[in-house]
């Protein structure tokens, strides 16, 4: 018995010295992350100091966001034709979101695949395209209703283009991983059955990513209903220059007003995208 607990240990022994790694203590092996933690921790607690945060004065803010919600009580307009004024400002706040989201779609649908690796002409093309939509992605959706008001003016105008540039970044990047995670197997049986590029794209590609492709600009167009108006208050238009002028001349109760319009029209959207995509995921496995 001696003599096998003696050559286990010897062997033990060699294992160690033949794989250091894998008998290393957990904590050699787990420093990068131990790192960042502490790195973060360190960056949370600088925030905190440097942003001069203060229990105090968010109960004090608490306070006084209290009194602002009797001051919107109850939520009403002025008059009728300020109320019709701010239906048609919210409709066109949403058809911005429309029209926008459904141009950076289209723009993106090529460029997602330039940018994809198994789908592009070559690695050149698919690494300017990357880079392409990573600077149009990298500029935020304000900063471009910005710059379109002063080329193009003032309105609604402006806020399509705003939305179409911003989103055209995010969509050619997720269409991009889309046509990426999609499976080769439909792709190399078109391609067997001596189809060209462009078939195998179209017959084994495309009716797997487009499902997918269209719940991702269902939801786009759900959360550019509330970008739409925050680029209102920059004069792109819809109804985000209605609040802005209601919070400037201090009246609360169509303040509140707009926002509970705001509220009900993403929350219908969202109702109808969500039947809209269980719609498409429901057709997609029954076709798969």
Do not use: C
Request: aromatic share 10%; hydrophobic share 55%.
């Amino acid at each position: 018995m001696s003599g096998l607990r003696g050559d286990a240990a010897t062997d033990f022994g060699a294992l160690r010295k033949r794989y250091p790694s894998v008998f290393a203590p957990q904590i050699v092996q787990r420093w990068p992350i131990l790192a960042v933690g502490l790195l973060m921790a360190l960056l949370f607690v600088y925030g905190l100091w440097r942003l001069e945060f203060s229990f105090m004065r968010m109960w004090t803010g608490l306070a006084q966001l209290g009194r602002f919600a009797t001051l919107m009580l109850p939520p009403i307009a002025q008059s009728w034709p300020q109320a019709l004024t701010f239906a048609r400002a919210l409709a066109e706040t949403v058809s911005i979101a429309l029209l926008g989201t459904l141009m950076a779609a289209l723009l993106a649908f090529p460029m997602g695949f330039l940018a994809a690796r198994n789908a592009t002409i070559n690695r050149v093309v698919q690494f300017m395209s990357r880079r392409f939509l990573d600077t149009i992605r990298g500029v935020d959706t304000l900063i471009w209703a910005l710059i379109w008001v002063n080329v193009v003016g003032l309105g609604p105008f402006a806020g399509v283009l705003a939305i179409m540039t911003a989103d055209a970044g995010a969509f050619g990047k997720l269409f991009s991983e889309t046509i990426e995670a999609a499976d080769r197997k439909p792709v190399d049986g078109v391609v067997a059955s001596g189809g060209s590029r462009l078939q195998a794209i179209r017959f084994g590609l495309l009716p797997q990513v487009l499902p997918v492709m269209l719940g991702q600009v269902l939801y786009f167009f759900e959360s550019n209903t509330r970008s739409a108006t925050i680029i209102g208050i920059v004069g792109a238009g819809g109804i985000g220059l209605h609040l802005s002028e209601q919070i400037r001349t201090l009246e609360w109760q169509g303040v509140s007003l707009i926002v509970l319009m705001i509220l009900a029209a993403v929350a219908l959207i969202d109702v109808v995208s969500g039947q809209l995509r269980f719609a498409i995921i429901g057709e997609r496995s029954r076709n798969a």
